[in-house]
């Protein structure tokens, strides 16, 4: 769910120009598959994740509760449960989610983005969705033939140990030309916003590490917060719940946070 307040945000960026970003090779170019992590959930197992979420807590003995009736399919106000019961659960459900459509991840030598995948069937049901997620069996390829993104619109460089991930201004000019005029407006209000902008794309910044073979790209809380300034938008999607007062609980219950995901070359 946090991902989509980066992906919300990620939306609303600016078009200004800033040439010393636009960087189109990087050392981890290539190909890579999902790998799992084990995961302490404090019990008497330990689970295997491709995706994780680390909060650390101010006060774990004082944490808000959290209504997520709708997304389990209940009437509001039938599932209310505590911040941290919440993120434990959401946990290995995104996991699960990544695991199923995620088949190969390419950062390519030119820049771009190719990804191969299982593309999501709706079931009409967002608890059904989020619960028991269904996929078709057949791999989807990223770009291809008949896909409307162009096989430059999304793209990637690195820079001072981050990782940022860019969309083409000449793609998005394609779907309207005042898209970027408009955006200014909006970011002239906020300019706390981590987003970079090159004279060809504009990018998200994450950060990563790398150890024993594996990748793991994450968001943290300091990238996050800026994007608190965005939350009233995410009152407009049809998802169910009110991922504003979620996500701004999170943000004011924790010290640090990371969500993140784990990757391993292949080529």
């Not at 981890?28 to 650390?56: C, F, H, M, R, W």
């Not at 449960?81 to 995104?94: A, R």
């Not at 793209?155 to 200014?184: P, R, W």
């Not at 939350?231 to 407009?236: D, K, M, Q, R, V």
Request: a negative charge.
């Amino acid at each position: 769910m946090l991902l989509a307040v980066a992906v919300t945000a990620f939306t609303f960026t600016s078009c200004n120009d800033d040439n010393d970003g636009d960087k189109k090779f990087s050392e981890l170019q290539g190909s890579y598959e999902l790998a799992t992590v084990d995961k302490d959930n404090g019990g008497s197992t330990v689970n295997k994740l491709s995706l994780t979420i680390t909060p650390t807590w101010v006060d774990a003995e004082k944490l808000p509760t959290v209504d997520i009736s709708a997304m389990m399919g209940y009437p509001a106000g039938s599932m209310v449960i505590g911040l941290k019961d919440m993120t434990d659960m959401v946990e290995p459900l995104l996991a699960n989610f990544v695991k199923k459509a995620l088949v190969g991840l390419n950062l390519n030598q030119d820049g771009t983005l190719g990804a191969t995948y299982h593309e999501f069937i709706s079931q009409g049901n967002l608890g059904a969705d989020f619960m028991a997620p269904k996929f078709a069996e057949a791999v989807s390829v990223f770009p291809g033939e008949n896909d409307p993104l162009p096989a430059d619109a999304l793209q990637y460089y690195t820079k001072d140990h981050k990782i940022y991930f860019g969309v083409s201004k000449a793609f998005l000019n394609t779907i309207d030309e005042s898209l970027c005029a408009m955006i200014d407006g909006m970011l002239a209000e906020d300019k706390t916003l981590p987003i970079v902008s090159t004279d060809k794309l504009f990018a998200l910044p994450l950060r990563y590490t790398e150890a024993d073979g594996v990748l793991k790209v994450y968001l943290d809380r300091a990238t996050l917060v800026p994007f608190a300034s965005l939350l009233p938008l995410l009152g407009e999607l049809d998802l169910g719940i009110d991922l504003e007062d979620i996500v701004t609980k999170l943000i004011a219950n924790t010290s640090e946070l990371e969500i993140a995901i784990y990757l391993k070359r292949t080529l």
